[in-house]
């Protein structure tokens, strides 16, 4: 059985750090995987010289050079194809993936969500938008999510969460700096899940090995 083929999808002005925690524990076999490819939005993402420095593959595909989001998806696949990815990631993408894509992969794209889904997901929740919800809430704990990607915003099967307390004092901030780690270690045991439930076939496809994936 070969190592899992993986693809990592960043957008806008993303930093980084899930890729580079998924990249690292390819590396140090803690995800039977590797990262063939970060695919990111624009040339001057953080996200993009960070994969670059760890010598991860790189490309850029921007929406807007594009005249529909069905060329923008087409452009997608066939890179996604060309590296022959089994598995897609997104980490800090923030756009609604094209429909062409998820409709290819089903079952095969993951995201990494700050917050404890069904609650606080949606359009417009990102960033420091969700501990804002969060905090208004009143909620004593929140967390994050790793969930299969569908049709729509934060809205597919989930797959691991992992919960975080809401301290008295806490702020936005400090809320998304305590969680920052336990999405790093909750993204890479459910790519470790993902990768243990798949198996390769012998003419390079692979195929779910337990019923739910
Ligand atoms: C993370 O908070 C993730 O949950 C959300 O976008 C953020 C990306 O952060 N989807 P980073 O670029 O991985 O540091």
């Not at 990592?8 to 980084?16: A, N």
């Not at 390819?26 to 039977?32: K, L």
């Not at 490819?37 to 991860?56: C, E, F, K, N, W």
């Amino acid at each position: 059985m070969g190592l899992l083929r993986i693809a990592i999808l960043v957008s806008g002005k993303g930093r980084g750090s899930n890729m580079a925690a998924l990249v690292e524990a390819c590396r140090d076999g803690r995800i039977d995987g590797e990262v063939v490819l970060v695919i990111g939005t624009r040339d001057d993402m953080p996200a993009l010289q960070r994969a670059q420095s760890l010598d991860v593959p790189v490309e850029v595909i921007n929406p807007k050079q594009f005249e529909s989001d069905e060329e923008y998806g087409q452009a997608l696949l066939a890179s996604l194809e060309r590296a022959g990815a089994d598995l897609i990631c997104l980490a800090g993408y923030m756009r609604l993936l094209p429909l062409s894509v998820v409709r290819h992969y089903p079952r095969r794209i993951l995201n990494i969500h700050p917050a404890l889904l069904p609650e606080f997901g949606g359009q417009g929740m990102y960033g420091l938008h969700v501990h804002e919800a969060v905090l208004a809430s009143g909620a004593k704990e929140t967390g994050c999510t790793v969930h299969f990607v569908d049709e729509q915003y934060d809205t597919g099967p989930i797959l691991l969460q992992t919960k975080l307390p809401v301290e008295p004092n806490d702020t936005p901030e400090t809320l998304a700096a305590r969680l920052l780690p336990l999405e790093h270690e909750t993204y890479i045991r459910a790519v470790q899940m993902f990768a243990e439930s798949y198996c390769r076939t012998g003419d390079g496809t692979t195929r779910p090995t337990i019923g739910s994936f």
